[in-house]
């Protein structure tokens, strides 16, 4: 019987003492803080290129040789933006026989729908006319697609590009949301000074 009042009057000091602690809870999820560049643009005018625009300096002009395994066309480039894990990819095909404006623009809203329609849940289209006269279409993509913002612009009768916004992470459209918003406003101004050559 002492046995048992001995082990009963341990476990009560254990369990009085153990009350004692103040309760915290768990630590909130949250993400880590990202320090965004000060919006300041250069001038994309390469030689030989069918076109020109501004893109931020802190992003690096990187010509695209490889494109799923093919050849990339001759005025595909990439607009690195390493501090921010993000990518532009531009494409561009002249609009002649061989890419008919017909099939670029299907192209162009199959790459935005048929590819992302799965993971999405919303995607808004826009047309847009620039202040240089370009016109095109911006597709804003909702839900953890692999790019929440593509457009292409074109002169309907010998220009076609096309744009893409990516990441180097994994889609999350809340942890990428702040990055994504302060991108798409480089993106806009990208399209607005985008001039033909």
């Not at 990819?89 to 670029?104: A, G, M, R």
């Not at 076609?160 to 990055?179: C, H, K, Q």
């Amino acid at each position: 019987m002492r046995t048992t009042i001995f082990y009963f009057g341990i476990i009560f000091c254990a369990l009085v003492l153990s009350c004692n602690s103040d309760y915290s809870a768990g630590k909130k999820k949250g993400y880590f803080r990202i320090e965004l560049p000060a919006k300041k643009y250069q001038q994309f005018n390469m030689p030989g290129y069918p076109y020109s625009f501004e893109y931020p300096v802190y992003g690096n002009v990187v010509r695209d040789t490889v494109f799923f395994n093919d050849k990339a066309g001759d005025y595909w480039i990439n607009i690195d933006i390493p501090k921010l894990g993000g990518r532009i990819h531009i494409s561009y095909k002249p609009i002649n026989s061989e890419n008919q404006f017909d099939s670029l623009v299907r192209d162009g809203f199959k790459m935005a729908y048929k590819q992302h329609v799965d993971v999405s849940t919303g995607i808004l289209d826009s047309q847009m006319r620039t202040p240089n006269g370009v016109e095109g279409i911006y597709f804003s993509l909702k839900g953890n697609t692999a790019t929440a913002n593509q457009f292409f612009l074109t002169d309907s009768t010998k220009h076609f590009l096309r744009g893409a916004l990516y990441f180097d992470a994994t889609p999350n459209e809340d942890s990428l949301s702040i990055v994504n918003d302060f991108l798409k406003e480089d993106l806009k101004h990208l399209i607005n000074t985008l001039k033909w050559k």
